[in-house]
């Protein structure tokens, strides 16, 4: 297992660098560069808005998705630029199809050779046995028991598992993350579908516009003090708050404001 997770992890690691040394510089439009970041600011929101407070989340989606002032009602136009349509383009198209190809043929051949036929991992929970395609490819055994996995298909668990990791080590705008060009490249069905077209502004913004509009925030974070310092002390400051708003505290406030009542010491009488 670790060593196919090695090989993998490095496997992506080496696609990741050599997609940006082979990548070339083209200058992109200072008004695309704007609206790419604003998409990006509006995913940020709504993929981590539940760390803000309620106010706070509401003053950044009504500033993004306002039906008149709003950032994504702006009409923008369309890129006329087509990056297919040049030479350099289609360079730079055809090095991101080698780069995802090569790389996949190349795991496909090792996990084959050296892996073929190894039942690697176990599943600790029951399955049904429409999971014995997936889970089991390359062994073809009836009496073995569905929760477990072949290493092929571990293969091709991990190969959608590492996002996170990935994430973590390069960043989020990684090309390591698009597993779905990846598997399309080792399916043989890569040629052709990347994502080398024109940029459709007006489409991102309405897409944007109306997954921010149905997005419920929920905010993670409220009463997070009364969580840390666990749950006794989350109960006396529960229990201090209802009672100084509740009926006890009014009667003792106005007792309180009650005037007090001055004590008259006894004199006793002079002798004659």
């Not at 600011?41 to 003053?59: A, D, E, I, K």
């Not at 973590?168 to 598997?183: F, K, N, V």
């Not at 897409?207 to 974070?221: D, G, I, K, P, V």
């Amino acid at each position: 297992v670790l060593p196919m997770v090695a090989i993998m992890v490095l496997n992506g690691l080496c696609r990741h660098y050599a997609q940006q040394l082979l990548k070339s510089t083209t200058s992109l439009d200072a008004d695309e560069i704007g609206q790419r970041q604003t998409l990006a600011r509006c995913s940020r929101l709504r993929n981590r808005g539940q760390f803000l407070p309620p106010s706070s989340f509401q003053s950044r989606k009504s500033y993004f998705a306002a039906k008149d002032t709003g950032v994504l009602q702006q009409k923008v136009k369309k890129s006329g630029v087509n990056n297919m349509a040049s030479p350099l383009g289609m360079v730079d198209h055809m090095k991101e199809n080698m780069i995802y190809m090569v790389p996949q043929m190349m795991m496909m051949g090792i996990i084959s050779f050296f892996f073929q036929g190894f039942v690697l991992v176990k599943v600790p929970f029951p399955l049904t046995n429409r999971f014995k395609v997936m889970l089991q490819r390359g062994i073809d055994l009836q009496a073995l028991d569905v929760s477990y996995v072949s290493s092929l298909s571990w293969y091709f668990l991990t190969l959608f598992g590492l996002r996170s990791l990935f994430k973590l080590l390069l960043g989020e705008d990684s090309d390591a993350l698009d597993e779905s060009r990846a598997t399309q490249m080792q399916m043989g069905m890569g040629v052709g579908m990347g994502g080398g077209g024109m940029f459709d502004a007006p489409a991102a913004y309405k897409h944007e516009r109306e997954e921010l509009q149905m997005t419920q925030h929920s905010w993670t974070l409220e009463n997070s003090e009364l969580k840390l310092v666990g749950p006794t002390v989350a109960a006396r400051v529960a229990a201090d708050r209802m009672g100084a708003h509740g009926p006890s505290s009014r009667s003792a406030s106005s007792a309180k404001k009650a005037p007090k009542v001055k004590k008259v010491r006894k004199t006793k009488p002079k002798a004659a």
